[in-house]
């Protein structure tokens, strides 16, 4: 567990680091959007604000980071299930 908590720490600090050195990367206009979804039972609600050029493209890494995590999810579960069931 140990391993792990240390490689999602090594994550979250390589995250900060590419939004604190993003904008030195980009020395002409550059424009932002964000998306966000929010899951209420089994219906997922989106929402987006932005430039409406770059809008779809982060409604779609969205949607595809919602779908990672809800699979990570799912694989963990199925892996402490199969070791309890070992144990």
């Excluded at 550059?30 to 493209?57: H, R, Y």
């Excluded at 779908?67 to 799912?74: K, W």
Aim: glycine share 8%; net charge positive.
């Amino acid at each position: 567990m140990g391993r792990l908590l240390m490689i999602g720490l090594m994550l979250i600090l390589v995250g900060f680091m590419i939004m604190a050195l993003a904008p030195l990367a980009s020395l002409s206009q550059s424009q932002a959007a964000a998306a966000g979804c929010i899951v209420l039972f089994f219906i997922p609600i989106c929402f987006g604000a932005g430039s409406p050029g770059l809008l779809p493209a982060a409604m779609v890494l969205t949607v595809i980071a919602l779908a990672f995590v809800l699979a990570t999810y799912l694989i963990l579960l199925w892996s402490i299930r199969r070791q309890k069931e070992q144990s």
